[in-house]
T-cell receptor, first 113, second 116 residues
Framework: AQSVAQPEDQVNVAEGNPLTVKCTYSVSGNPYLFWYVQYPNRGLQFLLKYITGDNLVKGSYGFEAEFNKSQTSFHLKKPSALVSDSALYFCAVRALTGNQFYFGTGTSLTVIP | GAVVSQHPSWVICKSGTSVKIECRSLDFQATTMFWYRQFPKQSLMLMATSNEGSKATYEQGVEKDKFLINHASLTLSTLTVTSAHPEDSSFYIC????????????FGEGSRLTVL
């Protein structure tokens, strides 16, 4: 079975500081991993994905994520946080067959001015 | 701009009535769409996979007769919450993959259902 875990419900970071939102995965085979962001009462917006290739993936709004196979992690990072980055972030894994996506529990990011 | 449109955004209904939520892919055809349910401050729970021209595939624990899914065309899937009760109040989100190979999902803006 495919699954992802987000160990932190809440992450607070000061504006301008680097941020990290953690995600670990459990899959059989090669993982398809994704990060999405959700603003209040809105749908999810795609940030970035890892399918294959370079372990460091760059995405929207200056975000990036590093795929680490040995640690089974796919942490989301940004060098300098903005107040507007405050939102709910979801890590997701795509099923190998059927195209279903399974989401982590989400991490609420608050960037403090 | 949005590539998946969901309607209505907000709906309030009386207990016992049925509510239909539409999900449309705007600039691509989607043979598959996914319906999720999200409780406050919680993650998305996959409810079912909507398949164009065939029956939906429901996740374990999701009542098929309560949540009717119809995928009548390559751009439209509907979720009908039948005989709604207050515990059905939730945020429902649909999604569709525009490119199966890349696997990227596009999401609708969600529908907030409140059952009185």
């Amino acid at each position: 079975a495919q699954s992802v875990a987000q160990p932190e419900d809440q992450v607070n970071v000061a504006e301008g500081n680097p941020l990290t939102v953690k995600c670990t995965y459990s899959v059989s085979g090669n993982p398809y991993l994704f990060w999405y962001v959700q603003y209040p009462n809105r749908g999810l917006q795609f940030l970035l994905k890892y399918i294959t290739g370079d372990n460091l993936v760059k995405g929207s709004y200056g975000f990036e994520a590093e795929f680490n196979k040995s640690q089974t992690s796919f942490h989301l990072k940004k060098p300098s946080a903005l107040v507007s980055d405050s939102a709910l972030y979801f890590c997701a894994v795509r099923a190998l067959t059927g195209n279903q996506f399974y989401f982590g529990t989400g991490t609420s990011l608050t960037v403090i001015p | 701009g949005a590539v998946v449109s969901q309607h209505p955004s907000w709906v309030i209904c009386k207990s016992g009535t049925s509510v239909k939520i539409e999900c449309r892919s705007l600039d691509f055809q989607a043979t598959t769409m996914f319906w999720y349910r999200q409780f406050p401050k919680q993650s998305l729970m996959l409810m079912a996979t909507s398949n164009e021209g065939s029956k939906a595939t429901y996740e374990q624990g999701v009542e098929k007769d309560k949540f009717l899914i119809n995928h009548a065309s390559l751009t439209l899937s509907t979720l009908t919450v039948t005989s709604a009760h207050p515990e059905d109040s939730s945020f429902y989100i649909c999604s569709a993959p525009r490119d199966i190979d890349t696997g990227e999902l596009f999401f609708g803006e969600g529908s907030r259902l409140t059952v009185l």
